[in-house]
């Protein structure tokens, strides 16, 4: 096998690390990288552009067209790798980093502790994941003026929610679902209320009225008749898939 080919692979790889791309991304790139090598070898042809281009022609009609975008951003990659030039990185991967960055020191300390403890757990690439999608919402949490754990309140988490925006709605699900692991270990050391993770379920969430949002009147009668608003985190959630859960944010 071509060695120029091999090392420009290497540093292909060695970028998607760096960069802390997700791990489905690393991933996709590892396969086409593996289905081009195969291929070279069965024709008996060296490294091109031409040639993984062509490559990438004869199966194209039988891959999904996410498949095919994300091969045809690996092979840029390759290419330049191979003709060593600058891979370059994208403004979505840059901004990706930079929410790590540009957090507050308790929030860059609880983010630390936290993926220290899950290191014996998970691989790398989630660990990654992991840090991607809490920055991002600690980088939320900064930015309306958290201060620290404390700061972290359903009415904030519920804003998040439905400020975030993703290029899916599975893939938000997929962020809430990491952030929703930070959010139980915090709950766990008694840093936030063990409900607040539960606001970034939908089901929870298009259920949930916050007492502030309603009329004077409404807001009487409410704390004229209701039961207290404590309860456990379970009952809590299985409340809310049943009727309509209320929370007093005043006190949240």
Known sequence: MDKRFEAAVSVVKAHLETNQYSYSTTRFHVRCFKLLSRYLAGVEKPYSEYVAKQWLQSIESGLCRTTVSTYKRALKKLAAA??????????????????????????????????????????????????????????????????????????????????????????????????????????????????????LDKFVLQRLVFIETLSGNEQKTFRENSEASVIEAVAYYRKALETAAIIDVYSS
């Open 82 to 199: 191979y003709n060593q030039k600058d891979i370059g990185t994208t403004k979505t991967q840059y901004d990706k980093r930079q929410n790590y960055r540009r957090l507050d020191p308790w929030a860059t300390t609880l983010l630390d502790t936290f993926l220290r403890k899950m290191s014996g757990t998970y691989s790398r690439y989630y660990l990654r994941t992991l840090k991607t999608a809490i920055a991002r919402f600690l980088t939320y949490v900064v930015k309306k003026g958290g201060y620290g754990p404390s700061d972290i309140t359903h009415r904030l988490t519920a804003d998040f929610y439905r400020d975030d925006e993703h290029s899916s709605h599975q893939v938000q699900n997929a962020y809430n679902r990491l952030i929703q692991k930070f959010l139980q270990y915090l709950a766990d050391k008694g840093k936030i209320q063990l409900s607040i993770y539960l606001t």
